[in-house]
């Protein structure tokens, strides 16, 4: 999946792909703190002959934690899930609901999207991507959309929970790159020097079909250097893990 | 239709000295969990000479008869829906001309028998049609489609079609072997996403009992079970005809606990064979409990009995002991349920005091009674009313009415009134297993409060649309009609609760697709929706009707009942179907049975004519006839023979 991380005090999008493996969990947020873990599954694409260098990951499945609650949301391309322990529940794409249990609030648009917020604090909005079935490659997957705004508690970490506090970045040596299209420059960011691209991703919140273009300097190598760590340190073994910090 | 080759040599075949059925129809076509079917049938006097020519029909006690028509050697005779009053001053008018004659409906079980006869000359051919609709129920999981089939002798042409069309889906569909080991396999299913068609169409030769045999071996229930599926948990709204229906009906839910308090009735009447299926049922029924339920039982005849004054939580050493208590019941005395059901709502209100009810659980008296009341409060109005007074708002009584010695209208009445259902259990059939299917469809309530409401000023006349509980495997059924608008669809929303979530669901449906879709369908039932609000209508009133607490209120429910029925065409309890020749000269009259409790019908044997003429020889069930030679118009006439079923 490709992430973009939006730093409001530096005024730039940074971006990085995480091509992990199908089955894969991968923490997003993890807040000991406030007791909200957000992880997301990866599901490949569909395998073409032999190509199998070739498969593509996505979130198929993104889990919202609040362990005070003892509440977990599930949220796959097929359905959406309401778990608290010994009770599940579990609810379609295919109708607007809005569900409560004790802090924790879910809000379903029908095929469209899904918002989780966790005492009016934490906020993660998934947006369904349904594909053509008979597609040759492509499946269902979700995008993940976790505003600026959430209040984390300083505990807070995970490939985007970490940037909750936003480190500071520097972006100079602007130049040509090898691709007339794409400038490179370098990233000063948490010690590090960074050989940056500009690029773009895509927004899909407004527009799912087309979305829209939010330019970003793009990191190589899974975000390595920008992010805290080697991308598999956010491996996790289940959906309500939290990251285990040395 | 003119038979092909083969079949006339069939009609050939079985072409006695009597009465010969040369075709045999029946059709439902289901549309949106509302069926309208038909039975149609042709019948030839083949013998010397006139002949009393009769067509029996068993009818689920849940439909309304819509027409009868009947076509005698060319005179047609339709039906029509008219008040009963008016109705029968016609009839009256055309009886003392000596120009009428009787058709019955009977009472039996969940079945009612409807019989029409005639007197026809020989050679000579008629047609008979009957017409009914009736909405489909889920229950644990499926809706369960019944036609009582008793064609009484070879048919040459027998034809059974069920046609159902969901626009949602349909799920599964079965057609269970409920017409036994001769039968087996005959039944076909074809479906794909959106229909399905069960066709049972048994030749000459599959009818016959054996090889050699001139009885037909085809006498009993055909049954198809199906459901739709489920993709949104808000339901499925359909807009067609100017009407809407939402059915709502979501899974996946976890059950909430259950507070529930068993009240058995162990009185004299109930020794033997009814308290032996008892006893079993509840063995089931406590085994089905769980650590998160609470329960008491209560057993009563003249005496209460509690065994224990307070819940106890459904523990595997609780419900051992709650099953030896059972067993060891043993029957006699009299009935004192108004006294039961008190202690039985003291419990809950005791456990509720205590603060051991949760509050999102669902607290229920289930009482099983197999007689009236006999000792303490007998008056059954007075005990309507003690019980309403001790129930709470967010406790239910459900109950079980074994046998006909019982007045399910009271056992019903007072159910309805606190928020439960009530049901009949036939004891001459399994109760036990009648009591633990009616149990499991109570036994895993999955949400509380459930209301379902629309934008302002987009539908009218809504039928009921908040209800108590929603149980799993059931579904919830909210119709009405749309308002003119400028828009393009149609909203509902609902809210609920469930374990400890609050839901709020939303959907819509466009206001012409369905429409346009079922002017696609062959065998659609156009008209779904409108019939279908009205049939829920028509019974929720007659249900308000029978709660009404001033004669000024009935009055008003019975004319908005009257108003429906006749609009609709059903043949209701208020209502009843004259048929009428083409010349409006000859009549016939359809009233409704009345319950076997409230005096004229013999409970559960299917016949309500006391003074009927002794039959002859071995006549089938449906095709009965008479020797008596009587000559024309096809119409006898036979005043004295003629007995009305009056009700109301």
Redo the contacts between chains.
Sequence with gaps: PHFIIHLPKNNMDVCFNIDSKPGHILNLVSDPGTGVVVNGQLVGSKRVGVEKENVKTYFGTISVFSQLDGIMVTVSTD?IQ?T?G???????W?????????RVKVSIV?DSQVTVTVDEKIRVMMLLHRVWKKHPTSVDFLGLYIPNSNQYSSKAHGLIGQFGQEPEVRVYNLHQGADPLKKEATMEVKGNKLAVTRGWQKDYRRDKKRGSDIFCWFIHNSGKGFIDGHYTTYIVPRLDSFLQRP | GVLTNEEQEDFEAVQGDDITVESYRVESRITSRFCHTTFKSFVVNSGPNAQSIGFHVQIPKRAFITNFTMNVNGVTFVGSVKEKTVARNLYAQARARGKAAGIVRANSQDMETFKAEVHVPSGNRIEFELHYQEMMYRKLGLYEHTLHLQPGRLVPRFQLDVYIYEPNGIASVEVPNTLGEHFTGLAQVTSNKHKAHVVFKPSLKQQRKCDNCTTSALSGIFTVKYDVIR?????ELHVSDGHFVHFFAP????PLPKNIVFVIDVSGSMWGVKMKQTVEAMQAILDDLTMDDYFSIIDFNHNVRCWSDELVQGSTIQVAEAKKYIQDIKPNGGTNINEALLRAGQILHKAANQGMLNSRSVSMIILVSDGDPTVGEIKLSAIQKNVKKIMREDFSLFSLGIGFDVDYDFLERIATENRGVAQRIYANKDASEQLRRFYSQVSSPLLRKITVLFPEGSVSDVTQNSFDKYFSGSELVVAGKVLPSDGTSLNSFITAS??????????EADYMRLDAELARQQHAFTGFARQMWAYITVNQLLSERSQAPTASRKRKITQRILNLAVEHQFVTPLTALLVESEEANEKLLADSPKDPRKGCCGGGSGTVIPERTPMVESPPPWVQLTTTPTPSPALGPLPERLTIVDND
């Design positions: 359905r309401l608290d010994k009770h599940n529940h579990s609810f379609s295919g109708a607007t609901a809005d569900i409560t249990q004790d029908k | 993709e949104s948990a808000a339901g899974t996946n839910l976890s469930s374990d400890r979530l609050d839901l709020s669901l939303q959907t």
